[in-house]
């Protein structure tokens, strides 16, 4: 008995010292574990998981519109996209008839049903037609709606006047196209100073009162040349009038001078 | 990161400004947007012959008449490109109905504006209907439709032509009117001794107006069209006389002591400004009022002449002076301080200012002395930059230029042909063409409207 008894002690001391060594292993790898932790936290944030080093994540902001391509408008009326005022129905099919000689098929053909007169209390009258105005653009073949006489563009003169509201240039087309020559005939381009190479452009606004004479001249915008700025202030200002107003009681003008000219 | 987000921030913040003061100011008023660069085009205009109304006999000639006269009152404008009729399609309209826009508005005319309508004669008197169309603005193609009735004869046509005219440039010049309806006058021989004779501005209907039997020079119309100044010469001097244009005689105006030479009106129709040697026995520069009261001297030099007053502002006056020596051009304020010299050699004379107050032209022998080649010719000098223009060449001896009212047009006295004679010529130097022929005529005023 004290043979068993003393042979279960031997193993009982067998397992002290594995256990106490594996203690000791656990808590230097729990210890270093720990140590490695704080010592990697000093260079590197959690934020940056999953980002191989030397390259960078921008995130930008998706602005309000999403920029869609502007449609060019044409002044060709094959390449242009505008619909123009009118609409012209398509041509109905004319119904097919069958030939004077053909024999009819038994049985196929129906024979028509001749109808009773309805007798009508209230006879209305047809809708009678309205005539197509000369002046309306045929369906399809439209120009510009705002590019009327004076819109033209030449090799020296780019782009135009754009307009809000009341559709005055697109109705007076000749008299924006008349501002635009007497203002240019005003502007003295030996004021501006000759050293200028790169292209500046100054804005300037002002508003023509009814009786055709320039009020309230501005610089709406600077070219950051003055010479520039004072030479389309005075372009605006020798005009005693631009012709009275074909309509309304005042009109604003924007205009901008380009130096040298593009 | 965050700077991509407060641009983005910003810029539609900027955006909704922007749409928000767009509809702010478009409820306000209408608003043009114009680009405007170097390079521009003239309005080209279709102007197809009017179309007889009826078949009256008077109808046809006077139709001639009127389209001829319509047709040179659009060229000499200088502001249109006038298309060549040869370019005009078979179909020319006399109604709104008949206008076949789209045949006009597309090469080979290619007009932007178009301008038609048809003459007839009822019981002995004319009536005219004119429009002018937009042929590029389908939308809206009407610029102006007028009707006119006056008595059948020639004279009456051209009138009625030189109206209609006037209407189309009023608008599309822009704000400067036509000149259509204005006279020029001028010293002519061919009644015997000088006298002042008027005319249209395009060379018809010369008239003599003064009858004063010796010798009558520089006509200087008022800027209401009522009188005419001129000086006349006396039994003893020359003296500054009035015409009246609505009694049709010479009417009572101040005699001076001495000498009395070339009257200049302000254009506000108030003075009078005149070369007069009643102060010190040499001519010198003097204001007077419209009835030749209150005459002040204003410079004190020797030999100065041929005043004018400065048509903007009547502010400044320009005249000739002798003062070192050869005739030179200078420039004072109306009370007769701030003297310059504007001309530096030669001989200038005959000074007159443009309507917008920014253009002297004159008379000038640039290089002035026995054997020194070159001859009197037109000069235009920017009053602000002292740029000079030359204006006519190698054409004989040219002088005395007048302005037209819009600007756009000088009127002056050439011996190019042999003789003296008036011309007119566009301010760019072009469209020259001669307006007389009979006699001697030289000394030419345009009138003020």
């Known amino acids: 008995m004290g043979y068993v008894r003393a042979n279960i002690f031997y193993e009982r001391e067998q397992w002290k010292k594995p256990v106490l060594l594996s203690v000791g292993f656990h808590g230097v790898l729990v210890l270093a574990i720990i140590v490695w932790g704080f010592a990697m936290q000093s260079h590197s944030t959690a934020n940056d998981w999953g980002i191989k080093q030397g390259d960078a994540v921008t995130a930008q902001l998706v602005s309000a519109s999403i920029p869609i391509p502007k449609t060019e408008q044409s002044d060709n009326i094959v390449a242009n996209e505008n619909k123009g005022v009118t609409q012209t129905q398509p041509e109905a099919k004319p119904v097919e008839k069958p030939p004077d000689d053909a024999v009819p098929i038994q049985g196929k053909v129906k024979p028509q049903k001749i109808e009773k007169p309805v007798q009508q209390a209230h006879v209305t009258a047809p809708p009678r037609p309205v005539p197509t105005p000369e002046t309306a653009v045929p369906y399809g073949e439209g120009g510009p709606v705002s590019g009327p006489y004076g819109s033209v563009t030449t090799a020296n003169y780019k782009g135009g006047f754009s307009f809000q509201n009341a559709d005055f240039g697109g109705k007076y087309g000749w008299y924006v196209d008349g501002v635009k020559r007497r203002v240019q005939q005003n502007w003295l381009t030996y004021e501006i100073d000759p050293r200028i190479k790169a292209p500046h452009r100054a804005f300037i606004e002002f508003d023509i009162t009814r009786d055709g004479s320039p009020s309230n001249v501005r610089l709406a915008q600077s070219s950051g040349v003055p010479s520039l700025d004072q030479s389309a202030m005075r372009a605006i200002q020798r005009i005693d009038s631009f012709g009275k107003l074909p309509e309304g009681n005042s009109v604003t003008v924007d205009f901008w001078f380009d130096y040298p000219p593009k | ?449």
Not at chain 2, 97 to 125: R, S
Not at chain 2, 263 to 279: E, L, N, R, V
Not at chain 2, 379 to 397: F, K, P
Request: one cysteine or more; aromatic letters at 10%.
């Open chain 2, 1 to 449: 990161m965050v700077k991509a987000k407060t641009i983005a921030v910003t810029k539609l913040c900027f955006m909704t400004l922007t749409v928000l003061c767009g509809f702010l100011s478009a409820a306000a008023q209408d608003r043009i947007k114009i680009e405007l660069n170097m390079g521009q085009e003239r309005p080209r205009i279709a102007v197809p012959d009017f179309k007889a109304a009826n078949a009256d006999p008077q109808t046809a000639p006077l139709n001639t008449v009127f389209n001829q006269t319509l047709w040179n009152d659009l060229d000499n404008a200088g502001i249109f490109d006038l298309v060549a009729k040869s370019f005009y399609p078979s179909q020319q309209p006399g109604q709104p109905q008949e206008l076949q826009a789209k045949a006009w508005g597309d090469p080979p005319p290619n007009a932007g504006v178009i301008t038609f309508g048809n003459l007839g004669v009822n019981n002995g008197k004319v009536d005219v209907q004119g429009w002018l169309y937009d042929v590029k603005n389908p939308g809206a193609p009407q610029i102006l439709g007028k009707q006119y009735k006056e008595d059948a004869t020639p004279d009456m046509a051209r009138v009625i032509a030189h109206r209609f005219a006037d209407e189309i440039i009023a608008r599309l010049g822009s704000g400067i009117a036509g000149i259509a309806e204005s006279q020029i006058y001028f010293v002519s021989t061919r009644s015997g001794n000088k006298e002042i004779w008027s005319m249209d501005y395009d060379g018809a209907n010369q008239k003599q107006v003064t009858k004063l039997g010796s010798i009558a020079l520089s006509p200087r119309i008022s800027p209401d069209g009522s009188r005419l100044a001129y000086s006349g010469l006396t039994r003893d001097s020359w003296q500054i006389m009035m015409y009246s244009m609505d009694l049709g005689r010479t009417v009572a105006f101040p005699r001076n002591a001495g000498d009395n030479f070339s009257p200049a009106w302000a254009s506000d129709g108030t003075k009078i400004a005149f070369a007069s040697s009643m102060h010190s026995g040499r001519s010198e520069i003097f204001v007077a009022d419209a009835n030749g009261g209150g005459a002040r001297r204003l410079s004190t030099g020797k030999g100065d002449v041929s005043p004018v007053f400065n048509p903007k502002t009547n502010g400044q006056i320009a005249w000739v002076s002798g003062r070192t020596g050869l005739p030179q051009i200078y420039v004072m304020d109306a009370d007769g301080s701030n003297v310059q010299r504007m001309t530096d050699q030669g001989y200038a004379v005959s000074p007159a200012w443009s309507p917008n107050g920014l253009l002297l032209a004159f008379a000038w022998v640039r290089n002035y002395g026995p054997g020194v080649l070159g001859g009197s010719d037109i000069y235009l000098m920017d009053i602000a930059s002292r740029q000079i223009i030359q204006l006519t060449h190698d054409g004989g001896r040219n002088d005395f230029p007048s302005w037209s009212p819009d600007g756009r047009h000088i009127v002056f006295q050439s011996n190019r042909t042999g003789n003296e004679q008036i011309w007119s010529v566009l301010a760019d130097g072009t469209h020259l063409q001669q307006l007389t022929r009979q006699g001697r005529n030289s000394q030419p005023n345009w009138s003020f409207k």
